[in-house]
């Protein structure tokens, strides 16, 4: 079985993200990253190509040029991969769709709600496939936690609470010169017009979505700018209703400081209830009506089979974000082979919706609170 | 050093307060329970009089009749402690203090706010003391907590998130009979207006406050009454506005499956946060800008003296909830003394601001939530 | 009913001990102290007997005047405490048991086996009770463990872990001159021949023996005197032979840095196992053979009556070391009221097997090591 | 830079470890595994590499065959790993090293003390590298933890605990035809005369001599086959003498229900102590002895050069065993292209000590215990 050859665009140098797609990528032996377009800059691209350990006529100095190079090629790439900040998500998936190459792209979908739109419209029509990467749905527990709401485990869902803590902007790192990430996710040009709630609160937004499988209806959004002079937001606190009537409650900072990653996910139903943390990862609390309190472990026998397809260790050997990441990858990858559906992973619609959390987050506060039905 | 005399109002057969309020105020040998007026019922006031091994003749069918009949003793009551249902609060606290008795007070105040208002009034005129016990400011690393955020330690606070988790009516228990607590804490003509708001999400804020030092001056709050026929809320979701623009979020629910009873504070500064939980309550994680994370642990000789001398055990012996709520009476005691000035220990204002809390979020939350100033 | 009335023995300026029992006695209202002879200098028992407030004729100058006047009270104690250093278990506990007084002793039992081996004799024959303070069997949760394994939850055992960690000896505090826990508890005169492992590896042998309701039959010890000048040991580590025989680890130390007071069991049978620490005393974690891993928790429906007799708060109000020292003076209560049996209070044999264990321990470890039947 | 190509001797069908190697060597996209001779049976060969997608030519019936093919070809694999059972690793590690071509060979060493002697004396004088994966030495905090004794954090080292906790042996589960891994680990033909301190109790001794830099130089075991029939140990408790006098513990178990993979190592020194557990492997705890508590974590400003060198995500993303084990194969990478030291992965001199451990305990516990010199 030959490996998918996947290109990438973005993830030069000083790109974070970039490194991550290509082990995520290639983790499980299916993929391997041939050629990119890394950079606007030629010298650039080159040089992460370099780094990558692909043929230097494979590092292209834009999109354009490699789907036009790769599109003559017997070996050509089979998938791009979208690791460049947000403003460019939507003219690459298009140039991708477009010329007859798969997508996968990074969260959030686009910089803004209407090129969300244009996106499903798109991936509608498009005859082959779009994916996004809300890492988290890969997590083996998370996917566990999803099963048993489904299987009805958990009973009625009553009430939702997530929280994604982070720490490095509580100062204004963006304007030391030295942290490009920073830089362009408080940008408006680049990230578009949510900071915080763009870059995390999407993540949580969707966790919450996948796991319990209710949509939000409404929210009511306080969206805070705590360091002096950003611009985005670089805190979030939502207040949610989801379409069953339950209340959620959505946390994202970027400035709690000691909040290194911190994803996590409770939900309350009326038989029992689930809480699970990026944390200890590889661990699911469930606590249920008569008092009983247990933890599940990836690799467990009472797992489902969507987690036990998503570890690949014996029990007690931790796998964390870059195996959760794979899992996306590998389920990807027999999606194009035809093997698979890919059923869980995000796709166009779940774009949409968080692309929908950001703008109304930032009407909601704008508006100075008050429930607002998701804009969508 | 004598022992000074408490008599109790409510805490007969069937209250769990009671008899923690008994263990709390002995525990340091300062106080002794002499008397009481246990239940509106003569026959049971007599009984639990008897189990907590007072003389018969001090065991009383009513208040007033405690307070006329303690009146005449030389060996009289020094303070009377109300555990009763909230309202009660009010007329117990009056005739207390009109008979020249000292008060500590269950939570909340009373049973409206403008019950409150006028306790308040009649606090500020009193020849004796009034507080009232929100208990978890007696947890040693809460006043560390405390300590540090007025030594600058946090730096200007910038956010505060605090939650009260429990499970315990997650199903209608009030109807089954047997649940006296549930009885009473789910009827508005006991509670107030107040469900899950008035029996923990007033801990939640008082400990908010008291920790940051900062007073709230709007919320937007999500009142919910999960479990179908319950009339009073049981779920609230609260965003907050400190008075110097810090935004904050409350959580506090009774229908959280697997919460026990989940008090946890995080105060996010400038400089440093903090992260308080009542499940491991002798400890205090505080992570700094640079990176830095330290445990603070009760007994340790970093700690302040509020801490010290909340302090009985060496380090690594827990102490728990009984040993908070004492350090409230321990404090009490020193005031009545005239020994010290009971700085720590909640009083009137206190009340009246967790009074606010209730109205608002009731007002705020029928609105159809938006910002809603402190109703005070 | 009327409160019992306790002496004690020790517990003057200075003790640590003292105070904690005079709590955990006091702390269910079944019990008051009302005399002692707290220091052989009058002048410092007069002093201590103030600070407890009791009556100032009944703040002895010994314990022989002490029970020559109390026995001619109606008003006589029930019972004494004795909290000194070990050199005067014995002694105090033969006069008061000749004396007609119930004895709730410190442990470990006396400051020699041969000692030990008396006071079983006299205990054998006395008129009255005798038990001692091995403090952690007061755990709610390490009462419910030890019903599990009796109920034969555990099936076979075959593995004990238990470790007791501290690090408050890590420097020679005893050279400072001002730790008189620390001077007494390194002295041989006052200590006996044990240091680390007759302070707090006798607390860890007696839990796990009262836990697994098996015997050690046999040990392998490693005693070292670790800082500079120290004459006792302050390090223990010790393979063990139960009597099925299941080996055991007993680790105790007091020089693990950061060690604060780190009692901990884990018990393995052939068809669960359960791993409880002093860290999170409400907590006992089971794991079963199928994979299966829950948590039950102090207050929770499942337990056993042992274990909810042992509990006073509801569910996430942490109870902790003084609730649990409180609970073997409410047991030993209702054995002098002769309401109850005291089956779960450590007792006369359970102090001599500890002393057996001091003995052996130090034997084997100057034998340089090897296996060696409990000296006994 | 071309990527190193590495042929692997096992991990056909059945192996769990022979995928983990693949992974963890490519993931880097340094390494790229492009033959194999994956199972003495050459459809199975053949089948595992089709499964790793491997050219169906260098799939070879023996790793002898393998080396005369490669030999021949210009795009020569660059090393072996060896991921067979214990009794391979000699024959396997000899051809390798005679045939020019670099080892990165699995643990134990070899199957006897005797075949680990050779083995050192064939590496001394071979003219590529050898090098063998205990694993744990990978995480970047117990790098960390390294390198903060080695700075001389800790002070003197007085004290080391160690402890492997697994419960997957519990049952006689290499009795029930489906399970290769129990079945080869337990037979003394194919594992050596090690059950559980072969398999894991080895990594444990690694650790500690690893991180502490000091060496046993005496242990007393007591190794034990606790599920009946079982040939070789499953459970091992071993007191330890380190070459500075210090103690230590080192408990690894294979039947204690509900270990997963529960490796801990916790390192007392007379300034600092230190503890690292794999279940939470992004965190290291400092307690210093003048009481203050830290944590360090994965990717965190304060730690040193080795552990920064080790992480490849920002700090909250959790690394894991995969991760680890592939820090081992880039630090390898480096020194078979001559741009690093591999001065952190355990050479032959570290599988020779392993291999003494074994062989020191089997022989001190057959003996009935006592003090036995390493026999190395």
């Known amino acids: 079985m030959r490996r998918l050859r996947m290109g990438m665009i973005g993830g030069g140098p000083g790109s974070f993200i970039g490194g991550v797609h290509r082990i995520a990528a290639e983790l499980d032996g299916e993929i391997e990253l041939v050629a990119g377009a890394f950079s606007a800059d030629a010298a650039k691209s080159a040089e992460a190509g370099a780094k990558y350990g692909i043929d230097a006529s494979r590092a292209y100095p834009s999109y354009a040029a490699m789907f036009a190079a790769e599109a003559e090629r017997s070996d050509r790439i089979d998938f791009v991969t979208i690791a460049t ?54 997590y083996p527990l998370v996917r566990e936690a999803r099963r048993m709401v489904a299987d009805g485990t958990l009973g009625v869902i009553r009430k ?5 803590s982070q720490g490095w902007l509580a100062e204004p790192v963006e304007r ?165 559906t890919a059923a869980l992973v995000p796709a166009a619609d779940d774009g949409l919706r968080g692309m929908a959390l950001i703008a109304t987050a930032v009407s909601s506060s704008r508006a100075g609170g008050g429930w607002t039905p998701l804009i969508i």
Chains 1, 2, 3, 4 share one sequence.
Not at 90 to 104: E, T, Y
Not at 322 to 328: K, R, S, T
Request: include cysteine; charged fraction near 20%; proline fraction near 4%.
């Open 176 to 340: 030391s010169g030295t942290n490009k990430q920073a830089e362009w996710r408080s940008d408006p040009r680049r990230s578009g017009e949510g900071g915080c709630i763009g870059d995390i609160g999407v993540h949580a937004f969707n966790l919450a979505e996948f796991v319990t499988g209710r949509r939000v209806q409404a929210i009511c959004a306080d969206l805070n700018s705590l360091v002096a002079g950003r611009v985005l937001d670089d805190d979030c606190n939502i207040l949610m209703r989801f379409d069953n009537g339950a209340p959620g409650v959505l946390i994202a900072s970027q400035i709690e400081i000691g909040g290194l990653n911190g994803l996590r996910l409770r939900v309350y139903g009326d038989k029992a209830a689930l809480d699970w943390s990026q944390e200890l990862p590889n661990k699911l609390t469930v606590n249920y009506l008569d008092g009983r309190c247990e933890l599940r472990r990836a690799g467990g026998g009472e797992l489902g089979a969507d987690a036990k397809a998503a570890t690949r260790l014996p029990m007690g050997h931790p796998e964390g974000y870059l195996e959760a990441f794979a899992n996306l990858y590998r389920d990807f990858a027999a999606l194009l082979r035809g093997t698979g």
């Open 85 to 138: 900040p947000n403003h460019v998500h939507l003219p690459a998936a298009r140039a991708a769709l477009s010329s007859g190459f798969a997508v996968m792209s990074d969260k959030p979908m686009t910089a803004t709600l209407a090129e969300a739109r244009e996106l499903v419209r798109l991936t509608a029509t498009a005859k082959t496939a779009y994916r996004l990467t809300y890492t988290y749905t890969g």
């Open 160 to 164: 939702v609470v997530v929280e994604y």
